[in-house]
């Protein structure tokens, strides 16, 4: 088995690499024959990506977040797979290139330095911990794509505001569709975030002895939960739409990352595994 994983290993960012000349190649020439067999090209190469994190963890005996690079692995998947979902939702697939070459460099990276740990942690073997870990993970996907549309909607209002068509206007959806698209993807990360801090509020106190409701990831996480939350209920509820809804999208993404950076670099915390 461990043949097997090494050379998914290095077949699934060549995958990912193929996918986004795909995505690319329909993105500049709008090809009617690739309209649907790119979406097949993501879903091999996602059913390729998810066997290989099934081989990792039943060869290894653990979920693979034992180190940055398993972690990479699985947010390169949690990007695309989330992609994946809301071209299904929504079946606008022209922006899947913006999304799909974020999976390309998370991929790479844990492609070239990931190593085979069999022996971890105990905590790090239960899989509770790893669906509270990759439920995060969806989560911050989400909230990447939402900052992403985010930025391409600002892009184009831009263009259209100093009344340039280009290739962004021949191909891109319309501002109010990219709204939508942002939209959507903050509630996909909102709701599998709460899901995860749901998991890790129940869980971890009885699992980790170190652990503390003042830890410096849990605050930062549940900011960024409240943060979007609000936001949500805004949109829902209040006047919360246009340029004003994904600017609040963008800076939530750099708040995201800036606790996320902050906690695991600076601060000192329970979550801290490696």
């Known amino acids: 088995m461990i043949s097997t994983i090494h050379t998914l290993n290095i077949l699934i960012p060549i995958f990912y690499f193929i996918t986004f000349i795909v995505y690319l190649y329909d993105f500049q020439r709008e090809d009617k024959n690739l309209s649907n067999s790119k979406r097949l090209f993501l879903f091999i190469t996602l059913c390729t990506h998810l066997l290989y994190i099934i081989l990792r963890t039943i060869e290894f005996d653990h979920p693979p977040i034992t180190n940055v690079f398993e972690i990479f692995t699985l947010l390169a998947f949690s990007v695309s797979f989330a992609y994946f979902v809301l071209e299904l939702v929504t079946d606008i697939r022209g922006t899947g290139m913006f999304i799909i070459i974020i999976s390309i460099a998370f991929q790479t990276v844990s492609s070239i330095f990931i190593k085979d740990l069999s022996f971890?942690?105990?905590?790090?073997?239960?899989?509770?911990?790893?669906?509270?870990?990759?439920?995060?993970?969806?989560?911050?996907?989400?909230?990447?794509?939402?900052?992403?549309?985010?930025?391409?909607?600002?892009?184009?209002?831009?263009?259209?505001?100093?009344?340039?068509?280009?290739?962004?206007?021949?191909?891109?959806?319309?501002?109010?569709?990219?709204?939508?698209?942002?939209?959507?993807?903050?509630?996909?990360?909102?709701?599998?975030?709460t899901i995860a801090i749901i998991i890790g509020v129940i869980w971890l106190p009885q699992s980790n002895l170190n652990f503390s409701y003042t830890d410096p990831k849990l605050l930062g996480t549940l900011l960024i939960w409240i943060i979007y939350g609000l936001g949500i209920l805004r949109k829902i509820y209040g006047n919360l739409r246009g340029r004003k809804l994904v600017i609040v999208s963008i800076v939530g993404f750099i708040l995201t990352i800036s606790s996320t950076i902050l906690s695991n670099f600076l601060a000192k915390s329970f979550h801290s595994f490696y």
């Open 120 to 193: 971890v942690r105990e905590e790090l073997r239960n899989n509770l911990l790893g669906t509270h870990v990759f439920s995060a993970l969806l989560g911050y996907a989400g909230i990447t794509i939402s900052a992403v549309y985010g930025f391409l909607f600002l892009m184009l209002y831009n263009q259209l505001k100093q009344n340039k068509f280009g290739l962004l206007f021949d191909r891109l959806p319309n501002l109010e569709i990219l709204e939508k698209l942002c939209f959507y993807s903050a509630v996909i990360g909102f709701i599998l975030l």
